[in-house]
């Protein structure tokens, strides 16, 4: 098998974006600028926020963390919103939170970098971090046996869609199919968003399969979690540049 690693081409598109930044500082006056709106912080977002703000350091890209409660989080997203100087936002909450769409649906569509919300323009990080790598190095998906695992609306749902509406036909299936096995063993392509327990992952699949995993399911692998860093930056960066078109 044949398992990607996305920090191979963050230091690539890392500088890539240090560029870009320092000309939108120094020829246009325009410092981009993410907030993450925390409700119910975790060690998981604590975890999440120091890659983003490590990252954000490493480019030069503004990145403001606002620690609030469930009940004003509605009012906090909409005082970003209006902040000319906020160029992306992103909401973690908690995966039980019966209220996820429609605050996530209060983000306005040119700020929603994290692509989560049903109008926003841009897309979700980690699906388009996939893309990338899979060009990075050179896998053609056409006629390729594609199988997506998992559920979840950062990764599963929003790639198959994405590829489906490329003219591909991903098999999306979760942990709890019981032809699982079956899938992954005819898989010419893996890409594996939930966790896989009692799966020995690289017993099962094809010797010449192409696997992504943005789960930590494979053994002593690196998740895509640093190249789809560099995805989500990449939105606050187009946010920013088309300020400037809308200030002309």
């Avoid at 605050?103 to 926003?120: C, M, R, S």
């Avoid at 017993?203 to 989500?232: F, H, M, Q, R, W």
Wanted: charged share 20%; with cysteine; proline share 3%.
């Amino acid at each position: 098998m044949k398992l990607l690693n996305g920090s191979e081409l963050t230091g690539y598109i890392s500088e890539r974006q240090a560029k870009q930044v320092r000309v939108l500082r120094q020829s246009h006056g325009v410092a981009p600028k993410m907030v993450v709106v925390r409700a119910n912080s975790d060690m998981d977002s604590d975890s999440l926020t120091s890659v983003n703000k490590n990252y954000a350091t490493g480019i030069s890209v503004d990145l403001e963390i606002a620690n609030v409660e469930n009940s004003q989080i509605i009012n906090e997203i909409s005082k970003f919103n209006s902040d000319s100087s906020v160029h992306g936002i992103v909401v973690q909450l908690s995966p039980t939170d019966s209220q996820t769409d429609n605050i996530l649906n209060v983000v306005t569509p040119g700020k929603d970098v994290a692509g989560l919300g049903e109008n926003t323009t841009f897309d979700t990080p980690t699906p388009l971090a996939i893309d990338w790598l899979l060009a990075g190095y050179n896998v053609d998906l056409r006629g390729k046996n594609i199988v997506i695992v998992g559920q979840g609306r950062e990764v599963a749902l929003p790639l198959a869609k994405r590829w489906q509406n490329s003219g591909l036909d991903p098999r999306l299936t979760t942990e709890k199919d019981q032809n699982l096995a079956e899938l992954l063993r005819g898989a010419d392509v893996l890409i594996i968003s939930s966790e896989l327990p009692g799966l020995k992952i690289s017993e099962l699949v094809k010797e010449n399969a192409v696997i992504v995993d943005a789960s930590g399911a494979v053994d002593n692998s690196d998740s895509i979690g640093d190249i789809a860093t560099c995805a989500l930056f990449d939105n606050v960066i187009r946010s920013a540049q088309a300020s400037i078109k809308e200030s002309v």
